[in-house]
């Protein structure tokens, strides 16, 4: 009798300690931003070593049981070039477009058409490790109807919405639908001549944009119903097209402000 309470004592404890290991910090903002940008940083930088990119250019994570990732290489060992805002821009090698003609080149203002995957994460440390936790769809036009997006407010939102926008203030200036850094990353890619939604993809590469360079801890659209405060985001994506926006349709000077 003495060996059986013994027993299920031992197994309790192991019961108790392998639920502690599961559990995961609930997430308290940091007082400074400054610390958060850290997390941001240390999330990305790990982030980058655990994945790769396949054949197509999607995102994968290493396996550490399946032996068919071995050679690939991280994403940290793909040439990523980190901009003054802290967003980093990954540009895949055989997937640009060939010879591209100025008018393949984006603008601040575009009209652009998007396929791929995005998603936002919450950079969060506990004891020490600190990891991307919380990922949650943003853009993901691969899995979903296969249909590239057009024109994105978080790319550029166009003069006559904030024309007729009343409340709240904030939202009467580009800022609060825009995410600077993943403007900013997308710049330094080219587009491609305007491809059919029926062109299979070949993802051109990765924009991981940090939470100071996203919305950091200001109002924003409430895109999907979502707060995207001190959420960074990660972007892996195809330009199909893009185009001139009408002049008449760009932001005022006072709504860029």
Known sequence: ??????????????????KKDDDTSPYVEPEDIATQNTYDDQAIKKFMDENYLDAQGNIKAFSSTDTSDDNEKKL?????????????????????????????????????KIMGRGYSYLAVNSDGNTTFQAKAAFLNTIDGTGVPVIDPMYYYVKKSILSTVTTPDAAKKAKYYQIPGFREALQKFKAFDNLTGETPYNLQGVIIVPSRAAFARNPH??????????KSFVFNFQIYGREDRPSDDKQTQEQQQ
């Open 1 to 18: 009798m003495k060996k059986i309470f013994l027993y299920i004592l031992a197994g309790s404890l192991c019961f108790s300690a392998c």
């Open 76 to 112: 940290s060992e793909l040439s990523p070039v980190t901009l003054p805002s802290g967003t980093i821009y990954i540009m895949r090698s055989g997937a640009q477009p060939v010879n591209p003609t100025p008018n393949q080149t984006i603008k601040d203002d575009d009209i652009i």
């Open 221 to 230: 659209y409430p895109y999907l119903n979502t707060s995207y405060r001190n």
